[in-house]
């Protein structure tokens, strides 16, 4: 019995409840809708017989009002393999807001952007690649929080319940429970406590592939012995 309070109050299992209500009570695209009615999950399934969607965007800050996505990358993740023949990268030729802070960082120049696709077709081609997916970044707030702002300037829709798994807060609540109070955990750093290579090129395509490799590299530390399960998995994130 005890168990059963605890699967019903479980974030995941929440979670799903409130995306088959929103897919009863809210109109929407076809592209969207299939975002919230997939991928179906029993809670305690194994993480890895999902398929993931790990993705990256590069913007020119943290406010999606004021700033502007300028790339998105994503590459796919199912059964422990990392499927790089899939993988795909939008630069954005409607984004104008390039600054030189950013531009330091990702390399992104005006010129690069000018050889884009706009916004909408990327995002067309992401919510295509996503459907069936659980989706993982990096500190996943800002990714939903630009998401979620396309969504409702071009749809009229808020606060899209798509499966997200952050790999930062996974290494928070990692770091939390060996009493680490003050770890980084960027991508960066969070990737060399595993011993993954360092990437020195950075772009959304890169930082979603590094993604993905810490991801496995978490959830082998979390459980060795077995498949982590979603519920765990999800919880972790969060």
């Known amino acids: 019995m005890l168990n059963i309070i605890a699967d019903y109050f479980h974030p995941l299992t929440r979670l799903q409840r409130r995306r088959q209500n929103y897919v009863t009570s809210v109109s929407m695209p076809e592209s969207i809708q299939m975002l919230v009615n997939t991928p179906q999950f029993q809670l305690h399934d194994a993480a890895n017989v999902h398929p993931f969607l790990v993705l990256d965007f590069e913007t020119t800050g943290l406010s999606p009002e004021d700033d502007e996505i300028l790339s998105i990358g994503w590459v796919p993740l199912h059964q422990n393999k990392i ?37 909408i077709q990327a995002m067309t081609s992401l919510f295509a690649a996503g459907k069936d997916k659980i989706w993982i970044a990096h500190a996943c707030s800002v990714e939903k929080a630009f998401l979620d702002h396309f969504i409702a300037r071009h749809f009229d829709i808020t606060d899209v319940p798509i499966i997200w798994l952050d790999t930062l807060m996974i290494e928070k609540n990692m770091a939390h429970l060996r009493q680490e109070h003050d770890c980084d955990v960027s991508l960066a750093a969070s990737r060399e406590r595993y011993h993954l290579p360092p990437y020195h090129s950075h772009g959304a395509l890169i930082d979603a592939v590094a993604t993905a490799e810490l991801f496995l590299a978490q959830c082998h530390r979390i459980e060795p012995a077995r498949p982590i399960s979603l519920a765990k998995a999800f919880r972790m994130s969060h």
């Open 83 to 119: 499927d790089l023949s899939q993988a795909q990268h939008f630069l954005i030729n409607d984004a104008t807001g390039v600054r030189p802070e950013t531009a330091v960082i990702n390399h992104i120049t005006p010129q690069m952007l000018a050889s884009g696709v706009p916004l």
